[in-house]
């Protein structure tokens, strides 16, 4: 594709943070090459950052007219993004959600918006691959890449260029984004899922592109692991409610894993009832043996952990979130 394609069109390249003081700047330094050939400009949206990164933040927007400081008094990332939409984004074409704390590759922005030209897409998504450094880290890694972590996600695993339902945000035209009403704020997870669910259903087509995609660091604790993925949950069953939009099935099965884990406290009135969540460990486990030696993955029994704790996460915060809403309108 000709440079005088990508600049005839136009991009606002939107970063929602929050205490990312060691890596705003060279994610800034990553992107401003895009910026002259995209005709685009960068906007950092801060939470309430304490850790410097809203001084850095205006030094850079000081230094370079096309990076844009917005403060996001509202904290999560759909707020930050719609905000960036509504005061920055007339006259741009395409928007560009970019994630602090991931890597992506030098052309990232310019494949986005290729793709979005070449397939006359409403949203390019992006596959993701998760990589970690600490030995935890790594392990969490190898389970989301894993069928056990991410029960075949696509937008995890990869795969060829297609039409999808949903993907890891990477383009959106802004004019797609603004008529189906942009991230619905009340979600403070899933809200990519739910905007997806409505931009299908309003006739706008996602491309999952094969052109290039993003690493993405996990976290590196158990516990800031699982009350990420309790969130996860939680926005999933916001959905269900909002749109009546049932799980798919690589969702459903981690469905019952909360359920039979609080039902193994039965087994004080019949050992009977430890035999579900007895399964669904020895099944873990077992896969992530398998990882082991069948793989030569020395992460393998751990990354099966990792995943325990997600399914587990994941579930209950689904539940929660769906007898809450119950209890609401009992």
């Known amino acids: 594709m000709s440079s005088d394609e990508l600049t ?42 304490t ?27 759909s707020a930050a ?4 939409v509504a005061e920055v984004g007339a006259g741009s074409d395409y928007l560009i959600r970019i994630d602090a704390h991931g890597t992506y590759p030098d052309d990232y ?16 998504v992006v596959a993701m691959q998760t990589v970690g450094f600490s030995t935890f880290q790594k392990a969490t890694a190898f389970a989301q890449n894993s069928k056990l972590g991410n029960g075949g996600s ?16 990477a383009l959106m035209r802004i004019e797609a984004f603004e008529a189906v ?20 259903k309003a006739g706008y087509r996602i491309w ?3 052109k290039t995609s993003m690493v993405y660091y996990p976290r590196a604790k158990l516990v800031p692991l699982f009350w990420q993925y309790f969130g996860y949950g939680r926005g999933r069953a916001k959905n269900f409610l909002k749109h009546r939009a049932m799980p798919g099935l690589r969702q459903m099965l981690p469905l019952a894993v909360a359920p039979i884990a609080f039902g193994a ?30 793989q030569r993955n020395p992460y393998g029994p751990l990354a099966a952990v990792a995943a325990m704790v997600m399914h587990l996460a994941w579930s209950a915060g689904f539940w929660r979130e769906l007898l809450d809403f119950r209890r609401r309108v009992a």
């Open 81 to 84: 993004v719609n905000r960036a």
């Open 181 to 200: 009403g942009g991230y619905d704020e009340s979600f403070s997870h899933n809200e990519d899922a739910e905007l997806d669910y409505r931009l299908g």
């Open 109 to 124: 922005c310019e494949r986005l918006v290729e793709d979005a030209l070449a397939t006359g897409a409403d949203s390019v």
């Open 8 to 49: 005839s069109t136009s991009s606002l390249i939107v970063i929602p943070c929050l205490n990312e003081a060691s890596h705003i700047e060279a994610l800034i330094e990553k992107l401003r090459p895009s910026l002259t050939p995209l005709n685009a400009r960068v906007v950092i949206a801060d939470g309430g950052s």
């Open 154 to 169: 696509k937008h995890r695993t990869g795969a060829v260029g297609h039409w999808a339902e949903h993907g890891h945000h």
């Open 51 to 77: 850790d410097g990164t809203r001084e850095i933040a205006r030094r850079l927007a000081t230094e370079d007219p096309r990076v844009l400081f917005l403060d996001n008094p509202k904290r999560i990332q």
């Open 208 to 210: 999952m592109t094969d």
């Open 265 to 294: 406290l039965l087994a004080i009135v019949n050992w009977m009832a430890v035999v579900p969540v007895g399964v669904w460990a020895a099944a873990c486990l077992g896969y992530g043996v398998w990882m082991a030696l069948g």
